[in-house]
């Protein structure tokens, strides 16, 4: 309780600074829900802001953004004279932000580990024991409006995958956003679950196919290339393994993206093992203990081969 009531004082200390300011909030590329949920939230919260996210974004956070009429913009097309600053939301590092590059970073609200976070800002607002970042939102701000709560919602029940994740707080607190949207939990699901796109099938699927696997340290350790929606095949091929690495490569930014995927018995945190591969290729790499990602520049092959490497060596550890 001591660390919220510090991190509700440097939000209100934030808010003081800049509410009236134009400031563009933007979050991690590929955005999910709690993602662009935060986003949407915290947009309500600085009436002079606009939204931004790069590159396509995941099926529910498409589907919010729909449902409310967000302008959501590429950070590459904004001028950064005619803003006073950048709020980072759900994400801390340059990695998946790389637009946020020269910008100045008034505010950080963020729910990741510190492994890979490489931003710094005036206000950092981080909790890396809280499941989501929507949840530290509506925790900061319980006053946000009828629109706001329903997406607040949708981002805990998608990043708590489920409440796999939850602490009891997060029970509390989608109660309240339920009450206040008028929402019932099988219309929240259809947002935070939906049904995959076409895109995404071919993605599991082709990862099914090319699927290699180990058992090493203890787990079954599956490892798999694709050509977009590395983290929808990870969490699929996770489900039958014990820990997943899936690999696709980035022809624009020439890297690799990996996503990393365990089952919850596994005791090695995924964040550290990806901090540690992105690191020794030329990227960067952190997360969740049991969901991470990570940016290599080398190539898919070696790069799985490194995750494999330093995960058995973390288990036998």
């Known amino acids: 309780m001591e660390n919220q009531e510090g991190l509700r004082k440097t939000f209100e200390a934030f808010l003081s600074k800049y509410r009236e300011s134009r400031i563009a909030i933007a979050t991690h590329?590929?955005?999910?829900?709690?993602?662009?949920?935060?986003?949407?939230?915290?947009?309500?919260?600085?009436?002079?802001?606009?939204?931004?996210?790069?590159?396509?974004?995941?099926?529910?956070?498409?589907?919010?953004?729909?449902?409310?009429?967000?302008e959501?913009?590429?950070?590459?097309?904004?001028?950064?004279?005619?803003?006073?600053g950048m709020v980072a939301v759900d994400t801390g590092t340059y990695t998946l932000l790389p637009d946020a590059r020269g910008w100045d970073i008034l505010c950080?609200?963020?729910h990741h580990q510190a492994e890979g976070?490489?931003?710094?800002?005036?206000?950092?607002?981080?909790d890396d024991k809280s499941p989501s970042t929507a949840e530290m939102i509506a925790a900061l701000y319980p006053e946000t409006d009828r629109e706001a709560a329903f997406a607040l919602a949708v981002g805990i029940i998608a990043d708590a995958a489920r409440f796999k994740s939850a602490r009891k707080e997060s029970f509390s607190i989608l109660a309240e956003l339920m009450e206040k949207a008028d929402a019932e939990y099988a219309e929240l699901l259809e947002y935070a679950e939906p049904e995959p796109s076409g895109d995404a099938k071919m993605a599991m699927l082709k990862a099914m196919s090319r699927v290699k696997y180990v058992y090493s340290g203890g787990y079954i350790i599956a490892t798999s290339e694709v050509?977009?929606?590395?983290?929808?095949?990870a969490s699929l091929l996770a489900e039958a393994a014990d820990v997943a690495f899936v690999a696709s490569w980035r022809d624009r930014e020439r890297e690799t993206r990996i996503s990393a995927r365990a089952g919850k018995?596994?005791?090695?945190?995924?964040?550290?093992?990806l901090s540690e591969v992105g690191n020794a290729f030329g990227g960067?790499?952190?997360?969740?203990?049991?969901?991470?990602g990570a940016s290599s520049k080398?190539?898919?092959?070696?790069?799985?081969?490194?995750?494999?490497?330093?995960?058995?060596?973390?288990?036998?550890?």
């Open 108 to 110: 950080i609200i963020d």
């Open 298 to 317: 080398e190539h898919t092959e070696e790069t799985l081969e490194k995750c494999v490497e330093v995960f058995v060596r973390m288990a036998e550890q």
């Open 227 to 233: 050509g977009s929606n590395e983290s929808s095949a």
């Open 117 to 126: 976070r490489d931003m710094k800002a005036e206000f950092e607002i981080i």
């Open 265 to 273: 018995h596994v005791r090695v945190p995924l964040n550290k093992v």
């Open 72 to 84: 959501v913009s590429e950070p590459a097309s904004l001028d950064k004279k005619e803003f006073d």
């Open 29 to 70: 590329s590929r955005a999910d829900a709690d993602a662009i949920s935060s986003a949407f939230a915290m947009s309500k919260i600085l009436p002079n802001s606009v939204i931004c996210t790069s590159e396509e974004m995941r099926e529910g956070a498409k589907m919010l953004a729909e449902r409310f009429s967000m």
């Open 284 to 292: 960067a790499g952190g997360g969740h203990p049991k969901a991470a």
